[in-house]
């Protein structure tokens, strides 16, 4: 079959014979052309998608009996038919996997580090490097593989033979056999590799790192180029306006302006706890002390709540069992608590009976009953009659 994605990368339309057409398991048809335009997916790079006549093409796979196209409909063996490249996917594509060539390149040229996993996804790049980086450096392999793109440094592709490769210094992430198809990006990147390419740096745009975070001994990259890079700026700078708004900040003192509105949160929710303990308190101070059981039912309590209001209830005597609810009829949350049984048996006895879920330890335990309140007493009462 004739490859013409590497022969003419930037073909978009193109006519080829229908070779073989036939069903696949899943209700979907698998097409074989003469030649095709469309790239399989490989190398972390996705497949293309788009026309063929009628049909629309899925997903493209490249496998023994050559490169198959996943169409939404059949298409008659031995008739010609015009394919349609999504040229804005494919385009896309070229740019973020150039892009990724040079930044794994440089990476490699000043660190020695090489590239262990690539993945082209739907909203960003990841690059996996088998060493750590710093944001410092990473910032600094940024800015030097913005250089050369805007410097338009051309992308070279390669056929060596044999001899030629074994003398060439190239990266490569797995043991290659047969015709090897070598990229170069002069003064950055040598690389095997069997992705689409633009044809000179300048026109991947720009590239952004977006994510770093550590990954198995060493760093995943998440990046973007071209247009993918342009559209998730517009999205952030979007929502640093309208965060701006909100805070009534400009859109550079943003960070500022919510670091001190989270200051002002912490200091808001340690007093509402305080305020909270202390009401709890007091409330715990109505009961008087007795050794009989207690069920008591609060509106609005969160479970953090309900777990100190039933520890406060039960450490200070004013029930041998203490069950506070809270919630509405058919769901309520609960804290199950006592310092003389068991809590995790009966919680489970209570769950059995009233569709409950949760646990706890031998103090304390805490979930939720879906039933009425009336049912929630009754059965603790049934139970609280038998042995705990």
């Not at 198995?216 to 929502?239: H, M, N, Q």
Request: proline share 3%.
């Amino acid at each position: 079959m004739e490859k013409l994605y590497y022969e003419r990368p930037y073909v978009k339309l193109f006519e080829a014979e229908v070779v073989e057409c036939r069903p696949d398991k899943e209700g979907k048809f698998m097409v074989r052309l003469s030649r095709t335009a469309f790239y399989p997916e490989g190398g972390g790079q996705p497949a293309d998608t788009g026309t063929l006549g009628e049909a629309l093409v899925l997903d493209v796979r490249e496998r023994t009996e050559g490169i198959v196209h996943i169409t939404d409909r059949p298409l008659p063996e031995k008739s010609v038919v015009t394919g349609i490249i999504d040229w804005e996917r494919r385009f896309s594509h070229m740019q973020n996997h150039s892009g990724e060539h040079l930044f794994s390149g440089v990476v490699h040229k000043h660190y020695g580090y090489d590239n262990i996993g690539f993945h082209m996804g739907k909203d960003e790049v990841t690059v996996d490097f088998n060493g750590i980086l710093t944001m410092e450096q990473i910032e600094e392999v940024e800015a030097e593989v913005n250089e050369l793109i805007w410097q338009n440094i051309p992308v070279l592709e390669m056929y060596p033979s044999k001899e030629e490769l074994a003398a060439l210094d190239y990266r490569s992430k797995k043991e290659l056999s047969g015709q090897v198809r070598i990229i170069e990006f002069p003064g950055a990147d040598v690389c095997a590799c069997c992705g689409t390419h633009v044809m000179t740096a300048g026109e991947i745009g720009i590239l952004k790192v977006t994510g770093l975070a550590r990954y198995k001994g060493g760093v995943r990259i998440s990046l973007l180029c071209g247009r993918e890079a342009l559209l998730d700026y517009r999205r952030k700078s979007k929502a640093v306006q309208g965060i701006s708004i909100l805070l009534s900040a400009k859109p550079d003192s943003v960070l500022e302006a919510v670091s001190k509105l989270k200051e002002e949160g912490v200091k808001k929710d340690g007093d509402l706890s305080r305020l909270t303990r202390e009401l709890l308190e007091r409330k715990t101070a109505q009961y008087p002390a007795g050794g009989d059981p207690l069920m008591v039912f609060e509106d609005n309590l969160s479970p953090i709540q309900l777990r100190q209001f039933c520890t406060m209830l039960y450490e200070e005597k004013k029930g041998s069992v203490v069950l506070v609810c809270s919630g509405e009829e058919g769901l309520f949350q609960y804290a199950l608590g006592s310092s003389e049984a068991d809590m995790r048996e009966l919680s489970r006895r209570l769950n059995e009976k009233l569709n409950g879920r949760g646990g706890g330890n031998t103090l304390l335990a805490q979930g939720t009953f879906q039933t009425s309140f009336q049912e929630i007493q009754r059965v603790l009462k049934e139970e609280l009659q038998r042995r705990i």
